[in-house]
């Protein structure tokens, strides 16, 4: 970074502090402002710090299958959409038609998906499409996520705690 110095007031004392975003989310931030000398045009070392992405809970890392969709239970035999969930905050998975990828942010029973990045090819059928529109507009609203007792059963939920995705665990499949 360049420093346009006559911006600066003698006199004062000025500060850098940074943040790292990856998908328009802060990842790795400045603890605190590293002190400017303005004597001096030297280097100046910064460290950050990760932030923002909290480690989910084990139990929700792994690949999941959409069971119910809204009200709709999806046993008509045809794919379903898809999530892995990684202890790194990164999920990857599928609509059917396409694939995705974000980030999710987990504070204890609070979950939020990041920008979710999707291809872009087109559905072939109606069914299917209106699935992934759902699918779609669904991990954006979601604020919180419960599992069952057994952890074969995972639930995502909106801000009124209405149950929009439920996800059976995919045993059969390597967690990330």
């Not at 959409?66 to 599928?94: C, F, I, M, N, Y």
């Not at 974000?102 to 090819?121: D, N, Q, S």
Request: with cysteine.
């Amino acid at each position: 970074i360049t420093l346009n110095s006559a911006l600066l007031k003698p006199n004062r004392a000025y500060g850098v502090v940074a943040t790292l975003l990856v998908e328009g989310q802060p990842w790795f931030k400045t603890p605190m402002p590293s002190p400017l000398n303005l004597k001096n045009q030297s280097n100046i070392l910064l460290t950050l710090r990760r932030h923002g992405t909290k480690r989910p809970s084990p139990a929700l890392a792994g690949s999941w299958y959409l069971v119910t969709l809204g009200k709709t239970l999806l046993q008509d035999g045809t794919p379903t959409p898809t999530l892995e969930l990684h202890e790194d905050g990164t999920v990857a998975g599928s609509t059917i038609c396409n694939q995705i990828n974000a980030t999710m942010t987990v504070t204890g029973e609070k979950l939020k998906f990041g920008p979710v990045a999707t291809t872009r090819r087109a559905c072939m059928d109606a069914t299917t499409a209106e699935r992934e529109r759902l699918f779609l507009a669904s991990l954006e609203q979601i604020s919180a996520w419960r599992m069952n007792t057994p952890g074969d059963m995972l639930t995502l939920l909106n801000d009124q705690a209405q149950p929009l995705l439920v996800f059976h665990r995919q045993s059969h499949l390597p967690v990330k």
